[in-house]
């Protein structure tokens, strides 16, 4: 069993920046994959980052260019650096662990983005 803490979500005007953290209760070295994802009211959850073991990367294309995913697999830490925030940024950001089978979520911060 993996849980997921996130933190650093809060309530930040259009062009500015946060960053979230997602902290794990067990070691996520040898979990294939982290992630970030969120959900806006009234619109399914979609993808904003991931990263490998390996390091690579792949965002969504809304966040592309804006978003930094890392991973510190000393500190079991995930992190999401967003920058030129927009108000359609606002959401709930959940953390994702998966290493196939098993699929871990936290249960989310709160990003509000002011116009």
């Known amino acids: 069993q993996v849980q997921l803490v996130e933190s650093g979500g809060d309530l930040v005007q259009a062009g500015g920046s946060l960053r979230l953290s997602c902290a794990s209760s067990?070691?996520?070295?040898?979990?294939?994959?982290m992630g970030w994802y969120r959900q806006a009211p009234g619109k399914q959850r979609e993808l904003v980052a991931v990263?490998?073991?390996?390091?690579?990367?792949n965002y969504g294309m809304s966040v592309k260019d804006r978003f930094t995913i890392s991973r510190d697999n000393v500190k079991n830490t995930v992190y999401l650096q967003m920058n030129s925030l927009k108000p359609e940024d606002t959401a709930v950001y959940y953390c994702?662990?998966?290493?196939?089978?098993?699929?871990?979520w936290g249960q989310g911060t709160q990003v509000t983005v002011s116009s």
């Open positions: 067990r070691s996520i070295f040898s979990i294939s994959t």
């Open positions: 994702n662990a998966r290493s196939v089978p098993r699929e871990y």
């Open positions: 990263i490998t073991t390996n390091g690579r990367s």
